[in-house]
């Protein structure tokens, strides 16, 4: 049977108290990952503490040159904002891309980013487009964020309170998906900042990882066919029974034309 107690806080400062006092506390976000693993009995937390009454951690806001996306927004939330839609579109178009329509109105960026799962939709973005991760404590770059499979720079009791996206002159995310779970195979989101090209890969690796050889390329010709002579190593990349390294090393190369070409 499950045995935990269930805690709901009604601001940060409060979730924050009740990590310090539990012996195993989880925090609940979507619960699109944590709930499964309860029901698979892979997690027997002592506490579960729901952020989902916190209005910080809520809400899409326009801000210092781009957007500010609380943690517990959920992705419906993101793909349908008029505010992202004018302001990223491509940011709107990746969340409305993650999972199915029940996934999509009860995970929340917060829940993604700190899952760190190797094939999320999130972490490109992250990269791509030079995030801000703000927490209870401090501020963590989007390059710095995540440190390898399932694994982030986030301390012991640390809570992310939003996500800070840069305005990119042009930007797209193009992902070959899971026909069943929608997860990214190998997702690539590419964002130009000026004479700067960032090509962020999701799905390929333990880990989002930024193709410098395509972003390079790009920087001189911003064009689908300057990829012709850029590829991805398969070397220490996933291999499942969905697709083979060398398999995803290809597909990163398709992925990131059609990134291109829907960035006009």
Request: hydrophobic letters at 45%; proline letters at 5%; one cysteine or more.
């Amino acid at each position: 049977m499950y045995a935990f107690t269930y805690h709901r806080p009604k601001s940060v400062a409060d979730a924050v108290t009740l990590l310090g006092q539990f012996e195993d506390p989880k925090l609940l976000g979507g619960g699109q990952t944590l709930l499964p693993t309860l029901k698979q009995r892979l997690a027997r937390p002592s506490d579960l503490i729901d952020l989902g009454q916190i209005p910080e951690l809520q809400g899409i806001r326009e801000e210092a040159g781009g957007l500010t996306v609380g943690a517990f927004t959920r992705h419906a939330q993101v793909a349908h904002s008029d505010v992202v839609k004018r302001v990223i579109p491509a940011l709107a178009s990746l969340a409305e891309g993650i999972g199915d329509r029940q996934v999509r109105n009860m995970g929340t960026l917060g829940g993604s980013i700190c899952n760190a799962d190797p094939s999320a939709d999130y972490p490109a973005a992250v990269v791509a487009l030079k995030a801000t991760v703000r927490t209870d404590r401090r501020e963590i770059a989007g390059d710095d964020f995540f440190t390898g499979m399932f694994e982030t720079a986030l301390e012991p009791g640390e809570i992310v309170t939003a996500v800070h996206f840069q305005t990119p002159d042009k930007a797209a995310y193009a992902k070959f998906r899971n026909p069943a779970s929608r997860y990214a195979i190998v997702g690539v989101f590419v964002a130009v900042f000026g004479s700067e090209v960032r090509v962020a890969v999701t799905g390929a690796g333990p880990s989002v990882f930024r193709a410098d050889d395509m972003e390079a390329a790009l920087a001189q010709d911003f064009r689908a066919d300057a990829l012709n002579g850029a590829s991805v190593s398969a070397d220490g990349l996933n291999a499942d029974i969905h697709a083979s390294a060398d398999y995803r090393a290809h597909l990163v190369r398709v992925m990131a034309r059609r990134a291109v070409e829907a960035c006009g």
